[in-house]
């Protein structure tokens, strides 16, 4: 461990003097453009694969739970079924199999919370793609009267009032690490994979901020759904520019499922527990919690991972 920590100081050094030697010769002459922009890459590359080297040994391993696990960890959150609410996101759901979601929440919990949204991303059947006979069990008869998917849609006086915590959510969810990063990151490596901006035209603060954010954005990736951004050059900062893409943009189902939670802590008076593996959601209830927002005591989440020794 302290060999890729040292190994990542040595790249991340050598990354930073070529990112700088890139505008001039060692004697002070202009260098060629075609040696410039050599230069600015590999720097560049260097100062990503330093910073990702030095951080291995920070992240932590997360497994799995059994399902029992997990239903038990949100019983134990708010013992009393009655003062409880269970409200699931896509991500509580997805790595669990059909049989492991029938036998252990659908027949475990009297009622759940699922907004339409969360289905879709289950399986959306205007695509045809996803898994349906997952979706299909909170559709099915036997367990329809559980799976209350209406708050999305409701009329009238709640409509507005649902609409309410649907904006606050997303006020949130705006100034979560997540989103912050998507705002500000991705149209710089967005520009650089597309072509509209070289590497020769980054200032060195620019370097210094995509440096930074690299790292982050790699945390973030190996904590979230254990996806590995290792790459050189371009195909690096490829992948980094999809991942942003696909997870770090904020969702209409994170907005449904924050207002769910909202709306049955305040508006029902109910404890509300959203099963989930999604960073965004901890960061809002964390940061209501410490401001002691009067809505934090009841308001909890449960992930369906556990974090075990430092690898």
């Not at 919990?109 to 793609?129: A, M, T």
């Not at 649902?162 to 500000?184: D, F, G, Q």
């Not at 449904?256 to 109910?270: I, N, W």
């Not at 209830?285 to 927002?293: Q, T």
Request: proline share 2%.
């Amino acid at each position: 461990m302290r060999f890729k920590r040292g190994l990542g100081i040595f790249l991340f050094l050598i990354g930073v003097f070529m990112l700088i030697s890139s505008q001039s010769g060692m004697t002070g002459n202009v260098v060629s453009e075609r040696t410039n922009a050599l230069s600015s890459i590999f720097g560049l590359v260097f100062v990503i694969g330093g910073l990702g080297l030095m951080m291995t040994g920070r992240w932590r391993l997360e497994y799995l739970l059994d399902p029992r696990e997990f239903v038990e960890n949100i019983e134990k959150a708010e013992p009393d079924s009655k003062k409880r609410s269970v409200i699931l996101d896509t991500s509580a759901l997805i790595n669990y199999s059909p049989n492991e979601i029938e036998e252990n929440i659908l027949k475990r919990f009297d009622e759940i919370f699922i907004p339409k949204s969360v289905l879709n991303e289950i399986y959306d059947p205007k695509k045809g793609k996803g898994d349906k006979e997952k979706r299909n069990l909170f559709e099915d008869k036997k367990y329809k009267s559980k799976c209350n998917t209406l708050r999305v849609n409701v009329k009238g006086n709640i409509k507005e009032l649902y609409s309410k915590y649907k904006r606050i959510s997303r006020e949130h969810l705006k100034n979560t690490e997540k989103a912050k990063m998507y705002e500000k990151v991705f149209p710089i490596f967005d520009d650089i994979v597309e072509g509209r901006k070289n590497t020769d035209d980054l200032k060195q603060k620019d370097l210094e901020f995509i440096g930074y954010h690299t790292r982050k954005i790699k945390e973030l990736a190996k904590r979230k759904d254990k996806t590995n951004l290792r790459g050189k050059g371009m195909e690096g900062i490829t992948k980094i520019r999809d991942y942003l893409k696909r997870n770090c943009k904020i969702s209409d189902t994170d907005i449904d499922v924050l207002s769910m939670g909202l709306y049955q802590a305040k508006h029902h008076k109910k404890h509300a527990i959203i099963g989930e593996k999604d960073v965004d959601f901890e960061e809002v209830i964390n940061y209501l919690k410490g401001k002691n927002h009067k809505i934090s005591s009841n308001l909890d989440y449960v992930n369906t991972y556990k974090k075990d020794k430092v690898a």
